[in-house]
């Protein structure tokens, strides 16, 4: 394959977060930190655990576990820097994640999952891995989580 | 050969610098603008008249303090920024607000060098609560906005339901005497 032609097979970022294997388009990933200083403060928005300092930046974090997992990310030491592109803005953010990361080039194939965060697949010798939109990963999640931190009904 | 004016002296750092008070509630610790502060008390020697709100509309706020002529919103600082129940020991009295702070202490005064803006993924109340972040000595701080303790609406609803209350002087009902 030529260089040229190289460059238009677009490739992916593999992550796990908790048991799961997902993936990201490349374009999307900025870099995997490990073990970064978190500081917390009292905030009211879902899934920010803190935040973090990367080169005069700060960058929030973000636990997609309740969307991808149904349950908070196990403590992690790694965390995926991504560029979320919101529709009113765009900002780095990370994610914490389980393990290191693979750059893997492929062609995303029709999604396998009926999930609204999942836009396609991609096939890692012969395991189906699950490529996910940011966006819609984020929002499932905040929608897990403000389901789950609703009060339950008073009992009669 | 004359040496340049500027020879062997460090750069001038030209950041705008602030001060700031390091306040702490619970096991979080905030920054705010010493120019915002007018006074910064204990609870013990804030003397005044503490008077009960006749109708407590929000949470945070259920008194009012009266000093020097002047009457304050006492709000309670974990309210506020919904922590769980501390021991405050310390109330900051602001000058451009009639608000007086309930927080657990100050930590220190230092000179704030950078004000960051909140990531945009926060999305809510701490967008009325900060002015931003700051580093310092290593630690990122959120940068408590005075103005932010009681908007413009928090303040007129208490006004509504406790009309007239906040510019009556001393002896008023409901008074406890000194806080």
Redesign the interface.
């Known amino acids: 394959m030529s260089v040229e032609n190289e460059s238009l097979v677009p490739s992916f970022v593999v992550f796990q977060v908790g048991h799961r294997r997902l993936a990201m388009p490349r374009d999307v990933v900025a870099e995997l930190i490990a073990s970064p200083?978190m500081?917390?403060?009292?905030?009211?928005?879902t899934l920010?655990t803190g935040?973090t300092?990367r080169r005069g930046?700060?960058?929030?974090i973000?636990d997609l576990g309740p969307g991808l997992l149904g349950a908070p990310s196990p403590e992690a030491r790694f965390f995926l820097v991504v560029e979320?592109r919101?529709s009113?803005?765009t900002?780095r953010?990370a994610i914490p994640v389980q393990g290191e990361c693979e750059l893997v080039p492929g062609n995303m194939l029709p999604a396998g999952s009926e999930t609204d965060f999942v836009t396609g697949r991609i096939d890692l010798n012969g395991e189906q891995i699950d490529v996910v939109d940011l966006e819609k990963a984020i929002a499932a999640s905040a929608r897990m989580e403000e389901g789950a931190s609703q009060p339950e009904e008073a009992l009669p | 050969m004359t040496q340049p004016v500027h020879a062997n002296v460090s750069p001038i750092d030209a950041r705008p610098r602030e001060q700031v008070a390091v306040f702490s509630i619970g096991d979080f610790r905030f920054v705010i603008s010493a120019a915002s502060v007018q006074e910064i008390r204990s609870t013990d020697s804030l003397g005044g008249t503490v008077v009960d709100l006749d109708r407590v509309v929000l949470r945070k706020v259920r008194h009012i303090v009266e000093r020097e002529s002047r009457a304050y919103y006492v709000v309670s600082g974990c309210d506020h920024f919904h922590l769980p129940l501390s021991r405050p020991s310390t109330v900051l009295i602001l000058r451009k607000a009639p608000v007086a702070v309930l927080v657990d202490k100050i930590e220190e005064m230092a000179e704030m060098r950078v004000l960051l803006e909140l990531p945009k993924s926060f999305i809510g109340e701490e967008r009325v609560w900060y002015r931003g972040l700051t580093v310092l000595e290593r630690n990122v701080l959120p940068v408590a906005n005075p103005l932010g303790f009681l908007t413009a609406t928090d303040l007129q609803q208490l006004e509504e339901q406790n009309p007239g209350l906040l510019h009556c002087t001393g002896g008023a009902r409901n008074a406890r005497g000194p806080a």
Request: charged fraction near 20%; include cysteine; hydrophobic fraction near 50%.
């Open positions: 200083v500081f917390s403060f009292p905030h009211t928005t920010i935040v300092l930046r700060i960058v929030p973000l979320r919101a009113k803005f900002e953010c």
